[in-house]
């Protein structure tokens, strides 16, 4: 049985790599020039081929189909809200300054603290307050001196999608966290992920796409490692932690996004990008520290060892790691 401390402690690596790595979107976003929906659709559907890939080595390809009716409704209808919490905030960065777009997304894990006790059933956990306001508090000061400025109604437009795309985000943590019941990270990774392509599909026909190389070659690593490869992470990681404990460590995407911003974009480094980077440090490693109960739910994970070949059948029944002496919770 593997310790609950180094359960927890693998999930919140995990996603603190991901999250490092989207910081890094920025770059190659700035390569495309097209709607935020046709970069959406590309991005999922070279994602799709590539987790399609993955599950066709497990043979799960056809996983799906397995489950019921009910979940198969619930994943696609993640996929149209992954879709549409991304179109948000690449609408939002087109629209408004990237300092006011990335402030304002990044309420998003305050409303996942606030919710976790609601949508998940499970006590709040008081000791994400300090960790949370520190590193919202590291994103402000990094952020706030490129300018907090909002004027006109176009810009006024910009920080509602931004500020949307952080009530999507939430929805999108708790609502995954509980539909991974049961279900392994690929297979609801590609229904999410077809269901999402599906509905962009007309976006291709109707917006304006790219056409340079270099915008297809963007887009193909957004798809691949953006999407695809940081998604097996993060939700690989999101099984064995508490989702408002997850939020605080994706704090790491704005903290990286300045680091990647000054090395391939020529945007400085200042003394307010080392106290914000500090604190969110700070914060992150105070998450690392709690002890909590293990989370894992349902079958075993891709990453973590292989299952057994064939369908996965819906009595999947998994027994979770025994409580820690000190009766934390995840």
């Known amino acids: 049985m593997i310790p609950v401390k180094n359960l927890n402690l693998s999930g919140i690596n995990r996603i603190a790599l991901a999250a490092t790595i989207w910081g890094s979107i920025g770059v190659f976003a700035r390569a495309i ?11 999922i559907l070279f994602a799709a081929v590539t987790i399609a890939v993955v599950s066709a080595g497990a043979k799960r390809l056809f996983a799906f189909f397995a489950l019921s009716s009910r979940k198969k409704i619930a994943v696609a209808a993640m996929g149209s809200l992954l879709a549409l919490n991304w179109i948000l905030f690449m609408g939002a960065l087109q629209l408004v300054d990237i300092a006011v777009a990335v402030l304002l997304a990044y309420c998003g894990p305050i409303f996942v603290a606030a919710l976790t006790p609601i949508v998940m059933r499970e006590a709040f956990d008081k000791r994400v307050i300090a ?8 994103t402000t000061i990094i952020i706030a001196p490129k300018g907090l400025d909002i004027a006109g109604g176009t810009q006024m437009l910009g920080a509602g999608m931004a500020f949307a795309s952080a009530v999507t985000y939430a929805a999108l943590i708790l609502n995954t966290k509980r539909l991974l019941k049961g279900i392994p990270v690929t297979v609801y990774m590609l229904g999410q992920y077809v269901a999402a392509t599906m509905l962009l599909l007309p976006a291709v026909f109707l917006l304006d796409g790219p056409s340079a190389p270099i915008e297809w070659g963007a887009l193909l690593v957004l798809g691949v490692v953006h999407t695809a490869l940081t998604g097996l992470l993060f939700l690989s990681g999101l099984r064995k932690v508490r989702p408002d404990h997850a939020a605080i460590i994706t704090y790491a995407e704005p903290l990286s996004a300045v680091v990647f911003a000054a090395a391939f974009l020529g945007e400085g480094l200042t003394v307010y990008v080392a106290i914000g980077r500090l604190a969110i440090v700070v914060g992150g490693v105070m998450v690392s520290k709690m002890r909590s109960e293990a989370t894992v739910e349902g079958p075993p994970l891709l990453l973590d060892q292989p299952e057994e070949n064939g369908p996965i059948r819906e009595n999947t029944s998994y027994t979770p790691q025994s409580r820690p002496p000190d009766g934390g919770h995840a």
């Open 33 to 43: 020039d097209a709607h935020p929906a046709v970069i959406v659709f590309w991005r």
């Open 131 to 138: 960790p949370l306001l520190i590193g919202l508090a590291g």
